[in-house]
């Protein structure tokens, strides 16, 4: 008989707290999490207003010793800086209090030192609140890097509701994505015989059911909206957890989204402001083209995605038609090893056109 020597390792958030001005329970929070009573709180220029001075003033209170440091874009220097800052000042917990950069920086900086992190969000607008994984920006684009999950979360929605609704929906929209994802993944297990977690997969779908069963009630100015949200991305990340790999929330819709940021920026609409667009908003995009290849119910995303009120079209997201199209031709070059319903070749041109006319993205 052959030696089982499988092993696995899963990190998972200890408690998460959600809901109405949480943040007041901070000091608590960290009590519990019994550790030396002294704090690092990673923030940048704005969510050290919005939060992180009034989570100082409470562990302060609390007779923590605190530091603070404001990061800016989430780069390996950037990452250095707050490991080197908190061995100097012997930090025994970080604390990344912002929106998906800092919270990405603080986890990354956090995996070095082998010191716990509490994640505490600012804003909705992606799934690594609790994941974890963590991407880092270099010259060229950007890179996923395994960092560690967080010891727990601490999601305030009355802060979370302060942010632009744009966020909270493109967050969403990248939860929503997990539908394709999940084909993608039951697909290569089928085909390529990669690993799959039943667990994984359900919980991942479960998230993005969530939102699609809620979509009524995500709508900009209500808090519940941040509080749906919130708790389905952590579901998420915990599905990330499980899986050990993003493969859970991240299929060919991620490599649409990807490739989208690799041809550059969106482009001018007539009569409308320039933004560009998220990387959720470009991932429900691409997840409504996505479940359509795979003969799924498409519609259901796109109608949700109208609910909350992400983009469905190439206008509403702020891309040309011919992007749209080249994005889909090209995607599945964005990460060649990870097997989708783009197989190893991609869609042809043809294909594509007819894909994202079908399903009325362009
Ligand atoms: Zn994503």
Request: with cysteine.
């Amino acid at each position: 008989m052959q030696r089982f020597t499988k092993s696995k390792t899963m990190i998972f958030p200890r408690e998460i707290i959600v809901g109405h001005n949480t943040t007041q329970q901070i000091a608590e929070l960290c009590d519990r999490l019994g550790r030396r009573k002294s704090a690092l709180i990673v923030a940048d220029k704005k969510t050290k207003k919005l939060s992180g001075e009034d989570i100082f003033k409470l562990l302060k209170k609390a007779n923590y010793e605190v530091q603070e440091k404001t990061v800016s874009a989430p780069t390996v220097s950037e990452v250095n800086h707050v490991i080197n800052f908190a061995n100097k000042n012997n930090i025994e917990m970080l604390l990344g209090v912002g929106g998906g950069s800092v919270i990405d920086i603080t986890k990354l900086a956090a995996y070095e030192l082998k010191k716990p992190f509490i994640s505490v969000p600012t804003s909705a607008a992606h799934d690594g609140i609790a994941s974890p994984r963590a991407s880092l920006k270099h010259s060229k684009g950007s890179v996923s890097k395994t960092a560690t999950s967080p010891i727990a979360v601490l999601a305030d929605t009355k802060i979370i509701m302060k942010a632009p609704y744009r966020m909270l929906a493109s967050g969403c929209a990248d939860v929503i994505s997990n539908i394709s994802a999940v084909m993608d993944w039951d697909l290569a297990h089928r085909l390529k015989n990669e690993e799959f977690s039943t667990h994984g997969a359900v919980l991942a779908k479960t998230a993005a059911e969530m939102l699609i069963e809620n979509a009524e009630d995500i709508k900009e100015g209500r808090e519940e909206a941040s509080w749906l949200a919130v708790k389905a991305m952590i579901v998420s990340g915990v599905a990330m957890s499980v899986a050990g790999n993003t493969r859970p929330a991240s299929g060919a819709e991620h490599m649409f989204s990807h490739m989208l940021d690799h041809l550059g920026p969106g482009i001018m609409l007539k009569g409308k402001r320039h933004k560009k667009p998220l990387h959720g908003e470009q991932c429900g995009v691409g997840s409504i083209m996505m479940v359509y290849l795979h003969g799924g119910d498409w519609k259901n995303i796109r109608d949700a995605l109208k609910k909350i009120g992400a983009p469905t079209t190439s206008e509403e997201l702020g891309v040309s038609k011919k992007k749209i199209i080249e994005a889909l031709v090209k995607a599945h070059e964005i990460r060649p090893e990870r097997y989708t319903i783009l197989g190893e070749t991609g869609l042809t041109e043809d294909a594509a056109n007819k894909v994202a006319k079908i399903t009325g993205v362009t």
